[in-house]
């Protein structure tokens, strides 16, 4: 079993949607939670982070952590062409060894 | 403007042949790490160092090489032994002071023939 469970997609959704992009991890150790884009042939860009468990809103963005059920979540509220992406999700426990899950592909339709 | 600088963006090389792939930050970053992205797999970690003139191997850092000469630079040669090298190569970097998240330069896609 992966450490972290990532659903690949594709999503597709209509400009304006809500998107829910989410993420399934097994270890209980994990604390610091983080959410990147990734544009095709680009370098992932760090879009949120969080620690331990609760919600943090920034924009039309918001992370959501909910360890006793080892979930975590991105919601993309009014979602436009330029959010269409791969979303990747990573973890960690504390020290230095983050782990990733494998991507979701997101198109927003104009 | 602080970042993450990989290069060259696009790199050709001959099967047997070694090949070094660049990078620099100017993040003042301790830690530094190389990833390889593969469809439909995710991130793997190579290799990784935490300060200057030390590194450790990652989960897939057979056939790779790394040093860390200054603070600033984590060059990656991928050498003849590695048997599957056409990937794209990500160089990430983060503070090490507590905890912070990885920052990413823009890759690496080295096709080998």
């Known amino acids: 079993q992966k450490e972290v469970e990532q659903d690949p997609g594709p999503l597709s959704v209509p400009e304006g949607a809500i998107v829910s992009l989410n993420c399934t991890y097994s270890?209980?150790?994990?604390?610091?939670f983080m959410w990147y884009r990734q544009y095709s042939r680009k370098g992932p860009e760090l879009l949120m982070y969080t620690y331990s468990s609760g919600n943090k809103e920034d924009g039309r963005f918001t992370a959501q952590v909910d360890k006793s059920s080892k979930y975590i979540s991105l919601f993309i509220r009014d979602s436009q062409p330029s959010d269409s992406a791969t979303y990747l999700c990573?973890?960690?426990?504390?020290?230095?060894?983050?782990?990733f899950g494998t991507g979701t592909s997101l198109t927003v339709i104009p | 403007d602080g970042g993450i600088t990989q290069s060259p963006k696009y790199l050709f090389r001959k099967e047997g042949q070694n090949v070094t792939l660049s990078c620099e930050q100017n993040?003042?970053?301790?830690?530094m790490y190389w990833y390889r992205q593969d469809p439909g797999q995710g991130l793997r970690l190579i290799y990784y160092s935490q300060i200057v003139n030390d590194f450790q191997k990652g989960d897939i850092a057979e056939g790779y090489s790394v040093s860390r000469e200054k603070k600033e630079s984590f060059p990656l040669t991928v050498t003849s032994a590695q048997k599957n090298p056409t990937a794209f190569y990500l160089c990430?970097?983060?503070?090490?002071?507590?905890?912070?998240?990885?920052?990413f330069g823009n890759g690496t896609r080295l096709t080998v023939t």
């Open positions: 270890n209980s150790a994990f604390q610091y």
């Open positions: 990573a973890m960690m426990p504390t020290g230095n060894q983050f782990y």
């Open positions: 993040l003042n970053h301790d830690a």
């Open positions: 990430a970097s983060s503070a090490e002071q507590g905890w912070s998240p990885l920052h």
